[in-house]
């Protein structure tokens, strides 16, 4: 996938930036010609690429930065935060309430994958207890039924369209009526992709989307389009209000930057990505975790540069090394918290809602106030807290004694999840070229029973590196 080429070479360009010596207006605007070529070479429309250039430079202005402001991050910062911007305009995307009749229209050209992704988000929302339902107006292209009957039997999601109706008005009115009444939440309504004339298909959604009344319309491309992605989706935002935007066949070679267009001409976010025929295959979309990973904040070797950025030099207690050498005590992990939740989130945390991550984490960090400092230089600081030493720091950090156990037991959890070898290979890992197999092999059978089998190690990796490893499957 072109994308994640388009992310090296910016990630390049930024590693490029931060190891100036000095960063002037040279080092800056080369900087931005560089990422302004990525964008290019992945097909992002050079209007766009303009407007990210002076957003950044206004944003960055460093004739006005007094001395002493970290320019380097100043400028890592605009760019991400534009990056994410290109991909989710800001506009709050309809949100669905389960049990409450919702009607969801897809829009999109013939053979963007449509047919397939209604199914695929109909079995997405199946897939979370609720009640979806799926309506073929698509009277246009024989067989379009038949395909989504296929689909919808494959996913067992219920169906309504007709062999003989011509008026694609009429199915639509009709098969949303009937799943209202049958209480289905997610009504899913298909609709034609090409028409004799193309005035002739921008009317017929103008008039689906009159009888269905759809609380959301979603446009659906095809990740190769490229350029033309812009004029696409701003023709079906003309006739029918868009509001989101699901990519399909990121699974190709499609150089994907077509759907950064497309966001922009319909100033709606992306929601989902199709990755594969299955019906499975198929991924929630988020842009700021999106771009993190494309530009490798989310990557362990990213994470060591940011260590050195966020984590003042007097303070670094050397978490770079302990990581490489595979030695993770209380306070690396802590720096390494700290560096994840301000960069991404707290990734490096068990699962649970972000916020719940942060909060938990403060906890953990009042309470490593309260530590020695051979407590939290220790690898095994399990091994020196007697019942006392526990009591103290809860009593010294105002908490109680099972948020100490729960904070010990969470540190515990996580060397154990992530074993030496393991940091280690991590940080070893070329992009895209870690040996992940070499690395199963590694672990001891249980531990990797434990993290669920090779499947589960790759998720894991993904999740720490925010890269596929081709090599695992
Ligand atoms: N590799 C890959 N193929 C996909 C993906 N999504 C859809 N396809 C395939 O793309 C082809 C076209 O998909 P359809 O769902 O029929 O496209 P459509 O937009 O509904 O086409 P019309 O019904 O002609 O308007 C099919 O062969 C799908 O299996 C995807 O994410 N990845």
Redesign the pocket.
């Known amino acids: 996938m072109v994308l994640a080429e388009m992310g090296d070479r910016i990630k390049g360009a930024l590693q490029q930036m931060r190891n100036a010596t000095v960063v002037d207006e040279r080092v800056f605007t080369e900087c931005l010609n560089e990422i302004s070529r990525a964008l290019m070479a992945a097909d992002v429309q050079i209007r766009m690429i303009g407007t990210m250039q002076a957003n950044i430079r206004k944003i960055v202005n460093l004739k006005e930065r007094a001395a002493g402001h970290n320019k380097r991050k100043i400028i890592q910062q605009a760019v991400f935060d534009e990056l994410c911007c290109m991909l989710d305009p800001g506009k709050p995307v309809f949100v669905p309430r389960k049990g409450q009749p919702t009607v969801v229209m897809f829009v ?10 209604c199914a695929k988000y109909a079995s997405y929302y199946q897939r979370k207890g609720w009640k979806p339902a799926l309506v073929c107006a ?1 009277t246009f ?1 024989a067989g ?1 039924f038949d ?1 989504l009957k296929q689909n919808a039997e494959k996913v067992r999601v219920p169906f309504y369209g007709s062999y003989t109706e011509t008026d694609p008005v009429k199915v639509a009115e009709e098969g949303v009526e009937r799943f209202k009444k049958e209480r289905c939440d997610m009504i899913v309504v ?1 609709t ?3 028409h004799k004339q193309e005035a002739a298909l921008f009317e017929e959604m103008r008039q689906v989307a009159e009888v269905t009344n759809p609380d959301l319309v979603v446009f ?1 491309m095809d990740s190769s389009i490229g350029q033309a992605a812009f004029d696409q989706a701003q023709a079906f935002k003309q006739s029918v209000a868009v509001g989101a935007v699901v990519v ?5 070679h499609a150089k994907g930057g077509g759907a950064l267009s497309a966001v922009a001409a319909t100033k709606s976010p992306v929601i989902f990505l ?4 299955h019906m499975d ?1 198929f991924e929630a979309f988020e842009a700021k975790g999106f771009v993190s990973r494309l530009l490798g904040v989310g990557d362990l070797s990213g994470l060591m540069d940011r260590i050195q950025e966020a984590v003042p030099l007097d303070q670094q207690f050397e978490t770079g090394k302990k990581l490489q050498e595979g030695n993770l005590t209380l306070r690396s992990w802590c720096e390494l918290n700290q560096i994840s939740i301000q960069t991404m989130g707290p990734v490096l945390m068990s699962k649970g809602g972000e916020k719940e991550g942060q909060a938990k984490f403060k906890r953990y960090m009042t309470m490593m106030d309260s530590m020695t400092a051979e407590e939290l230089d220790s690898t095994n600081p399990c091994k020196l807290m007697k019942d006392s030493r526990i009591n103290r720091i809860a009593r010294g950090s105002g908490r109680h004694l099972h948020d100490v156990h729960e904070m010990l037991e969470a540190f515990r959890k996580f060397k154990e999840m992530v074993p030496a070898k393991m940091l280690k290979g991590l940080k070893n890992s070329k992009s895209g070229g870690m040996n992940a197999q070499h690395l199963s092999n590694a672990l001891p059978p249980q531990m990797l029973q434990q993290i669920g089998g090779v499947s589960g190690l790759q998720r894991m990796m993904k999740e720490f590196s925010g890269r596929n490893f081709p090599g695992l499957k």
């Open positions: 999109g050209l013939q053979g963007s994958g449509k047919t397939t992704t698509d292209r379009a395909q298909d034609s992709g090409r659906v399909t066949k990121m699974d190709g199709g990755t594969g025929e295959e």
